[in-house]
């Protein structure tokens, strides 16, 4: 199984703050990576795909970027709705998760 | 649209088997591969298995002796059968549409989860 590692596990950002949440992967993926949202007692919702595809209604602050093993999901600019778990998928094989970020608002 | 709306019980007794109906709208269930994914304080997100367009399956092996997925075209419906549940399985599960996108697989539509409770 590919195992995925996701940095730092909690985050706190002042408002406009530009920030960035990792994922490594133990093996190359390919760009086989997602990133996702989730607010409390929702389910998640898709920021990021292929590495650096926005979808759609997404706003344009979020970005993705990386390559083999190594991936980042960009906020530039937090706002206050930003505040939530973020979680990368990896698709390349059987899928898996990485460990979550719990992003705040300072 | 697309909706999927995950159906089941709020609470389960250890040793009985957990019985959850993913009702989907606004696609086809023989064009999507069909995930199901469960979130538990223990371990977080966790992919459990999917279905394919075609009807075949893949499990992860944390669960392949004990999990069953299926469905009814007919119905929209694709089913998660686990049994032999332990309170280790509380949790919320999740049913999810897979898209691909040149060869990156991704879950793009979600349900709105199940809350799952093992408890006698």
């Known amino acids: 199984d590919i195992q995925m590692t996701q940095s730092p596990a909690s985050l706190s950002a002042s408002l406009g703050e530009t920030i960035s949440i990792e994922c490594r992967a133990s093996?190359?993926?390919?760009?086989?990576l997602a990133w996702y949202q989730q607010k409390s007692g929702k389910s998640p919702q898709l920021l990021i795909y292929a590495a650096n595809r926005l979808q759609d209604g997404v706003p344009s602050r979020f970005s993705g970027s990386g390559s083999g093993t190594q991936y980042s999901l960009k906020i530039s600019g937090m706002q206050p709705e930003d505040e939530g778990d973020y979680f990368c998928l990896q698709g390349s094989k059987f899928p898996t998760f990485g460990g979550g970020t719990k992003l705040e608002l300072k | 649209q697309v909706q999927l709306k995950e159906t089941g019980p709020g609470l389960v007794q250890p040793t009985q088997t957990l019985s959850i109906t993913c009702t989907v709208s606004g696609f086809s269930l023989t064009s999507y591969y069909m995930q199901w994914v469960r979130q538990t304080p223990g371990k977080g997100l966790e992919w459990m298995g999917f279905?394919?367009?075609?009807?075949?399956?893949e499990y992860n092996s944390e669960f392949k002796s004990r999990l069953s997925i299926s469905r009814d075209t007919s119905k929209n419906q694709v089913f998660l059968k686990m049994n032999s549940l332990k309170t280790e399985d509380t949790g919320v599960y999740y049913c999810a549409r897979e898209e691909v996108y040149y060869g990156s697989y991704y879950f793009d539509y979600w349900g709105q989860g199940v809350m799952v409770t093992v408890s006698s």
């Open positions: 093996e190359d993926i390919y760009s086989n």
């Open positions: 279905i394919r367009s075609g009807g075949s399956t």
